[in-house]
């Protein structure tokens, strides 16, 4: 029988781990038969420090898995991948964002080293999020099987009754963002808050991370948040309104998904998604990141009747894509094992 484990960088009911770990190993859990387990912890046997890796629940049980599913985890180096082949074990990398376009690589390459380019390049198969982050590992020169496996959201997972309403906001990582989505949170919404006498909810926020206030904007008008696990986010969101989503036209963005947009029409809120980002084209509620434009949307998001037709849009358009990418995200995971697991038994049988 088939026994995965994810290592996580962070922990497993948080933001990705929670899409790209912790879901898919219950799911494939329940419908293939696999021990699965989402861990943050990594150990070897006591007697036996050379031995196969082994990986610590978060109930404290353990698990010495056949495949181990690696997150962009910062401790993790070539050793443990030679160790793992060492003893049989396939390692897989997991990868949704482009870590190499971010805006501050070369700096964080520096003062946060996560010697991902040490052992990246020599997992024996790559997991991503989107078509767009394949193509471009292949263009860089990676040569293990690539399959695109879109974020495991839960279509039910986020069920709210929300209400018309003047609060407009979003759920927001200011520290992963890109400065220039950052400056259009700045151009395209902020004024809004006093024209249309609307509050701003963030959730997402942090002292050490980033707030709108440290940006400038009032604090009257703000409702910051601090980020939560993934199945408190439903509650975090508890009085929004309207969701907010800007998204830039940078480099780093092009390997991004549409989870924020996912998150929030699960909720029940209509967007407001302020992109040109090829993946929100399909999003409803998306305008062009131009300042009449999103204004025009969120004032007819005021109007109650409207509102109530675009909420059940978003949450029908939420529901179908969280269906889908279920689907796709266990054919992708169950495709990559068997590819990498019978390329292993042809090669210890030996021609």
């Known amino acids: 029988m088939t026994s995965l484990a994810y290592l996580c960088a962070r922990y497993p009911l948080m933001g990705g781990e929670y899409y790209r770990a912790t879901r898919p190993a219950a799911l494939a859990a329940w419908k293939f038969g696999w021990t699965t387990a989402a861990c943050t912890k990594?150990?070897?046997?006591?007697?036996?420090?050379?031995g196969p890796l082994s990986f610590v629940t978060t109930t404290g049980g353990v698990i010495t898995p056949e495949i181990i599913v690696l997150r962009p985890v910062r401790e993790w180096r070539q050793h443990w991948t030679d160790q793992a082949h060492a003893n049989g074990q396939l390692v897989i990398a997991d990868l949704d964002d482009d870590l190499w376009m971010h805006e501050k690589y070369e700096e964080l390459s520096v003062t946060q080293p996560d010697f991902y380019n040490e052992w990246f390049w020599n997992a024996d198969g790559v997991i991503v999020s989107t078509r767009h982050l394949a193509a471009r590992l292949r263009d860089m020169g990676h040569r293990s099987p690539i399959v695109v496996a879109p974020n495991c959201y839960d279509p039910f997972g986020l069920n709210s009754s929300p209400r018309p309403g003047n609060v407009i906001g979003t759920r927001l990582w200011l520290g992963g963002r890109m400065e220039a989505d950052l400056e259009l949170y700045d151009r395209l919404m902020l004024p809004l808050l006093e024209d249309l006498d609307l509050q701003f909810m963030h959730v997402g926020a942090d002292v050490d991370q980033g707030r709108f206030v440290d940006r400038g904007w009032p604090e009257d008008r703000l409702i910051e948040r601090r980020s939560v696990l993934i199945p408190q986010?439903?509650?975090?969101?508890?009085?929004?309104?309207?969701?907010?989503?800007?998204?830039?036209d940078h480099p780093y963005n092009d390997a991004k998904t549409e989870t924020h947009a996912v998150e929030?029409?699960?909720i029940g809120v209509p967007l407001v998604a302020a992109s040109t980002h090829r993946l929100y084209r399909n999003v409803p509620g998306r305008v062009d990141p131009a300042v009449d434009d999103v204004r025009e949307?969120?004032?007819q998001l005021l109007e109650p009747y409207t509102w109530l037709k675009e909420s059940d849009r978003s949450r029908r358009w939420a529901r179908s894509l969280s269906l889908k990418s279920e689907s796709r995200h266990l054919e992708s995971l169950l495709r990559i094992v068997n590819v990498l697991t019978s390329r292993r038994a042809r090669y210890e049988v030996g021609p």
Request: glycine share 12%; proline share 0%.
């Open 264 to 266: 929030l029409a699960s």
């Open 42 to 50: 990594m150990a070897t046997f006591e007697d036996n420090d050379g």
């Open 233 to 248: 986010l439903g509650d975090a969101l508890a009085g929004l309104n309207i969701g907010a989503i800007c998204m830039a």
């Open 297 to 299: 949307r969120v004032r």
